[in-house]
């Protein structure tokens, strides 16, 4: 079964630097999100992106935060200058067209420790 | 905007019985609604969804029913097993028609269940 892959699986970064986080789409899929767990909490949207642009984003995707889909396959989370409250595990997920843009199927997530 | 409240955080149950979880929602046009199961470590994998035209739809032991006069949905677990352990996340989403735009999912707090043995 096609899966959703984020990388790296664990990035540790100093505060105030700047990361991306990858992910590589189920292939057929068009419809792509990021979201966030913080340790023991709920599963937050960040943001969700469709046709070359953004759909919707949250309140906690401010100037910080930026997505992009370099090329055909991938779709990337930067983050800058990165603050101790960024960390979490940040989900990647994709949904394709037919019959709906749903269900969103979810990558393994990249846990981001910032230190 | 949408908020969906899950209850109960923390459920035990022994094994072979049934588990229920409740969520509510607060948006009327909310009218797609998964269910997810989170391992720990793991990502969030979804067990079953239900759309708003329906009010019940069941997957072997699990079922979902829905009221949407009330903006209620629930989970039902049958006959659980060792490895229904997990948390389990409710969420709601609206589906805008023609699907012109990504369509996010707002979570509830999770459920933590635990399966007797």
């Known amino acids: 079964e096609p899966e959703v892959t984020q990388t790296p699986s664990h990035q540790v970064t100093q505060m105030g630097q700047e990361v991306i986080l990858r992910c590589v789409p189920i292939?057929?899929?068009?419809?792509f999100y990021w979201y966030r767990q913080i340790l023991g909490q709920k599963v937050e949207f960040l943001v969700s992106?469709?046709?070359?642009?953004?759909?919707?984003k949250s309140e906690i995707f401010d100037d910080q935060f930026s997505v992009e889909r370099p090329d055909g396959s991938n779709f990337t989370l930067k983050i800058r200058s990165t603050k101790l409250e960024d960390s979490a595990m940040y989900f990647c997920?994709?949904?394709?067209?037919?019959?709906?843009?749903?269900?969103?199927?979810f990558g393994d997530g990249t846990r981001l420790s910032i230190l | 905007g949408e908020n969906v409240e899950q209850h109960p955080s923390t459920l035990s149950v022994q094994e072979g019985d049934s588990a229920v979880i409740k969520c509510t929602y607060s948006?009327?046009?909310?009218?797609?609604f998964p269910w997810y199961k989170q391992e720990l470590g793991k990502r969030p994998q979804l067990i079953i969804d239900?759309?708003?035209?329906?009010g019940e739809k069941k997957d072997q032991r699990i079922a979902v029913t829905l009221n949407k006069t009330a903006k209620h949905f629930s989970l039902h677990i049958t006959e659980t097993q060792p490895e229904d352990s997990a948390v389990y996340f409710c969420?709601?989403?609206?589906?805008?028609?023609?699907?012109?735009?990504?369509?996010?999912?707002?979570f509830g707090s999770g459920t933590r269940l635990s399966i007797r043995p």
């Open positions: 997920a994709s949904s394709d067209r037919a019959p709906s843009n749903q269900p969103q199927h």
């Open positions: 292939s057929n899929h068009l419809y």
């Open positions: 992106f469709y046709n070359n642009e953004i759909s919707e």
């Open positions: 948006d009327s046009a909310s009218n797609y």
């Open positions: 239900i759309r708003s035209n329906v």
């Open positions: 969420a709601a989403s609206i589906l805008e028609r023609g699907y012109s735009s990504a369509s996010k999912i707002i």
